[in-house]
């Protein structure tokens, strides 16, 4: 290769460099712009706490609402369908499914998948007393989505919290 072309090619790949990660870096500043803020996510999660409409119109209106989580207390993470499911709201919480809604045990306990509760609490013996949103726990979730054998069965295991309370400060 010779010099002028060496120096010609060096050059366009040096600006290609530099152009590449300042392009990535204002990607990533748009990004964060674009994020929801605290605010839009609090009021969706509310809304899945008392009202199918309200929850539906907010999800019409921003599908990525669906998994975003707000934070109650220090530690406190809580997302639409674990409103819905402490609060006993299975409409709400079979709406926000439908829409793809991510589950965890407590929404699992809720909404009835008994046996698969029974399985990760066997295999990890220590999600018996984890707590849920705001320290409502496992036993709490079964009681109101009217999960009576699941719930005795918590109890045989050992649970008789519905609140662990204090747990967020």
């Known amino acids: 290769m010779e010099r002028n072309e060496f120096i010609k090619k060096?050059?366009?790949?040096?600006?290609?460099?530099?152009?590449?990660?300042?392009?990535?870096?204002?990607?990533?500043k748009r990004a964060i712009e674009e994020l929801f803020d605290q605010q839009?996510?609090?009021?969706f999660v509310s809304a899945a706490h008392k009202s199918l409409e309200d929850t539906q119109k907010i999800i019409e209106a921003k599908p990525?609402?669906?998994?975003?989580?707000?934070?109650?207390a220090k530690g406190?993470?809580?997302?639409?369908?674990?409103?819905a499911s402490h609060m006993g709201r299975k409409d709400i919480a079979d709406?926000?499914?439908?829409?793809?809604a991510r589950l965890d045990i407590f929404n699992?306990?809720?909404?009835?998948?008994?046996?698969?509760?029974?399985?990760?609490?066997m295999d990890h013996p220590h999600l018996l007393n984890a707590p849920g949103p705001h320290g409502f726990s496992l036993l709490h979730h079964a009681e109101v989505g009217e999960?009576?054998?699941?719930?005795?069965w918590l109890q045989e295991k050992g649970l008789a919290e519905t609140f662990f309370k204090g747990v967020f400060g």
């Open 10 to 28: 060096s050059m366009a790949f040096g600006g290609i460099a530099t152009l590449v990660p300042t392009m990535a870096m204002s990607r990533g």
């Open 40 to 43: 839009e996510i609090s009021e």
């Open 64 to 72: 990525l609402l669906l998994n975003c989580t707000s934070q109650l």
């Open 76 to 83: 406190d993470f809580e997302t639409a369908i674990g409103g």
């Open 95 to 100: 709406f926000l499914v439908s829409k793809g």
């Open 108 to 121: 699992y306990t809720f909404l009835g998948y008994d046996d698969f509760v029974r399985k990760l609490i």
């Open 147 to 152: 999960r009576k054998e699941l719930a005795a």
